[in-house]
């Protein structure tokens, strides 16, 4: 399972960085991403981004404001939140495909990805 950390607390206008990580190594390095799931909603696709790191692609309403990237060598995918809202208040689940996809692969499938983090709380006081 993957082990993701960094929510919390923010008010309007900040800024959170998230962080993810899949356990132990492996030749495999994985296509990642973020979703979230807000309170009363369904889980909703965030960011994604390909093993190679050269590919990313975003939601509307997220672009511009966030940006994932991943380490260099692990299957490590980080998500930096500028210019947080209320509306971004969510549970953040970071999400991998574990098989072998293209180098510049990216999907925000949600049914794609295998693997799954516990979710990490990101609340935004107005």
């Known amino acids: 399972q993957l082990q993701a950390s960094g929510g919390g607390l923010v008010q309007a206008g900040g800024s959170l960085s998230l962080s993810c990580a899949a356990p132990g190594r492996t030749a495999v390095r994985y296509v990642m991403a973020w979703f979230r799931q807000a309170p009363g909603k369904e889980r909703e696709f965030v960011a994604t981004i390909s093993w190679d790191g050269r590919n990313t692609y975003y939601s509307d309403s997220v672009k511009g404001r966030f940006t994932i990237s991943r380490g260099n060598t692990d299957n490590v995918v980080y998500l930096q939140m500028n210019s947080l809202a209320p509306e971004d208040t969510a549970v953040y689940y970071c999400?991998?495909?574990?098989?072998?996809?293209?180098?510049?692969?990216?999907?925000?499938?949600?049914?794609?990805?295998?693997?799954w983090g516990q979710g990490t709380l990101v609340t935004v006081s107005s």
């Open positions: 999400a991998a495909i574990t098989n072998l996809r293209p180098y510049n692969y990216f999907t925000d499938s949600v049914g794609e990805y295998h693997s």
